[in-house]
């Protein structure tokens, strides 16, 4: 059973930094395309970063250009979210997602069931 298990959420002032990780199981995600998707309460889920299989290319949202980084490990079969800068607009639960091929374009297959990022002013 393939399963994606986000980490790192919490509470956070604005200006702060959180760190989320993705860990896989179930299969190996070393050549999958991983990304990080968010939902906002009343609004739908949006992108905010992807990572291809071998480290690049890199995609950002231009909303987190400049603040977030997206990182994998491949041995450890995780994918990392660097959050910096954190803004109130920010506050969403974050998923990790994975796909089944190399390339970022297009739907992701697998989903995390997400962690809580809630950022105060």
């Known amino acids: 059973q393939v399963q994606l298990v986000e980490s790192g959420g919490g509470l956070v002032q604005a200006g702060g930094s959180l760190r989320l990780s993705c860990a896989g199981s179930?299969?190996?995600?070393?050549?999958?395309?991983m990304g990080w998707f968010r939902q906002a309460p009343g609004k739908e889920r949006e992108f905010v970063a992807a990572?291809?299989?071998?480290?690049?290319?890199?995609y950002y949202a231009d909303f987190v250009k400049g603040r977030f980084t997206i990182s994998r490990d491949n041995a450890k079969n995780t994918v990392y979210l660097q959050m910096n800068s954190l803004k109130p607009e920010d506050t969403a639960v974050y998923y990790c997602?994975?796909?089944?091929?190399?390339?970022?374009?297009?739907?992701?297959?697998?989903w995390g069931q997400g962690t809580q990022v809630t950022v105060s002013s």
């Open positions: 179930g299969r190996t995600f070393s050549s999958s395309a």
């Open positions: 990572i291809a299989w071998s480290g690049g290319p890199i």
């Open positions: 997602a994975a796909k089944r091929t190399t390339v970022v374009s297009g739907p992701f297959d697998y």
